[in-house]
């Protein structure tokens, strides 16, 4: 490959990838910069090694979050979950599905990088490793100069593809670093898909229910999701609250239905018609777990036999059960979360090409950008869409 390519991607991620190849199959010659020791590192650790790699059931306009709920639609209509399965169906990696349309690879998310590495091979993509990025020059005769730890690379063109802040171990900030230098506008990144905290005075209470899961249906900042919560030793997790703790601000409660599949003031009450003789405890018992009763509930209740409870304790009890306030400390931030929410202001890019408007010749892509998928392979899509789509409208040569 020429000194000068094309294009030089900085990030060996899932947004940095596909964009590599999609320009490389039109016949550009491209370069990608990663800072680690390989590319896909957060591929390989995503889905608990088995990498959730997109959704069978994508919505631009319910699945995503961004200050421009509009932004990310031509993307994830230009490249859909269908041309990323054909990908991995043409590469024979074996794959299925749970929940909720989300995929998953049967054996190891190193298919998928292993995937991507080859179609990188067959279009002659360049991937440097270990080239930490330490900052972006615009030229003065068009193009950009790029500085890394190990030397410079100039082209014509870069695509940042760096990712967001969440697991800060693999992650860069870099595409936020250089959009705050070159005064493009941004939205305060957050760490979304995250586990919250409890507060301390909570914390001694609540503790002893680490371990207990529970089908929930969680509800912040007006969107309700519908799956397991879990009780950690520092708050709530599982995801149900991964997914509402990117709707949830500080200082708000998460309201939390433990029996969403019933009325629970009219469950309370055909069971005390049901079984008059039974204690309140065990009326609970039987619908949740021992432990969680008797901290989130009969610590604050009197046990006695449901026909000597009166109508005003069934009426507390039903609220504690359907709908409990449960007031957060915070999150577990970057360190644990799965994604990072804001980022560079969708304003400053096509959605089209994903040039930014201000610099030609310099995109972004992937996490960097202020769009945010929900829990279940929507961020890998979003990836996957943006990149390819980039890679697209990448032109040759000169600027």
């Given amino acids: 490959m020429a000194d000068t390519p094309d ?4 990030g060996g991620g899932a947004s940095g990838l596909l964009c590599a190849i999609s320009a490389a199959y039109r016949g550009l010659s491209v370069r990608v910069l990663e800072m680690g020791p390989k590319v896909g590192l957060k591929i390989l650790v995503s889905g608990g090694g088995r990498c959730n790699f997109t959704n069978r059931r994508v919505d631009p ?4 979050l961004s200050e421009n709920a509009h932004f990310c639609i031509s993307a994830l209509k230009r490249f859909t979950p269908e041309d990323f399965i054909e ?5 024979g990696i074996a794959y299925h599905e749970k929940t909720l349309g989300q995929l998953f690879c049967d054996h190891s998310a190193k298919d998928i990088v292993a995937m991507l590495l080859a179609h990188c091979d ?19 005769e068009g193009g950009y100069r790029i500085e ?5 690379f100039s082209a014509p063109q870069v695509v940042l593809a760096t990712g967001g802040l969440s697991l800060p171990k693999i992650a860069s900030d870099l595409a936020l670093r250089e959009a705050e230098r070159h005064g493009l506008g941004r939205v305060a990144p957050r760490a979304g898909l995250v586990p919250l905290t409890w507060r301390r005075e909570d914390k001694a209470r609540f503790e002893p229910l680490a371990g207990i ?9 007006g969107a309700s999701f519908r799956e397991h919560l879990l009780f950690t030793h520092r708050g709530l997790s599982g995801p149900a609250v991964l997914q509402a703790s990117s709707y949830w601000r500080e200082g708000a409660a998460v309201e939390i239905n433990l029996l969403p599949d019933q009325d629970a003031l009219g469950w309370l009450k055909d069971g005390q018609q049901r079984f008059p003789r039974q204690q309140l405890s065990t009326l609970l018992k039987s619908a949740l777990p021992a432990r969680l009763v008797e901290v989130l509930v009969m610590a604050d209740f009197a046990d006695a036999q449901l026909a000597n409870v009166s109508d005003e304790t069934l009426e507390r009890l039903a609220e504690r059960l359907g709908a409990w306030r449960a007031y957060p400390n915070g999150t577990e931030g970057y360190r644990t979360a799965e994604v990072t929410l804001g980022g560079v202001a969708t304003e400053e890019v ?3 090409t994903f040039e930014t408007k201000k610099f030609p ?8 950008l202020d769009v945010t998928g929900w829990l279940g392979g929507y961020n890998f899509q979003w990836a996957w869409a943006s990149g390819w789509c980039c890679g697209q409208h990448l032109r040759f040569g000169t600027p």
């Fill in 148 to 152: 890394t730890t190990g030397g410079s």
């Fill in 122 to 140: 067959a279009g002659g993509v360049d991937i440097r490793l270990r080239e930490k990025v330490t900052a972006i020059h615009p030229l003065a």
């Fill in 87 to 91: 990908m991995v169906e043409a590469a």
């Fill in 350 to 352: 096509s959605s089209k």
């Fill in 7 to 10: 294009v030089l991607v900085v």
């Fill in 361 to 368: 010749g310099l995109y972004l892509v992937g996490e960097a």
């Fill in 61 to 64: 306009r319910e699945h995503f």
């Fill in 213 to 221: 899961a529970v089908d929930a249906l969680v509800t912040a900042g």
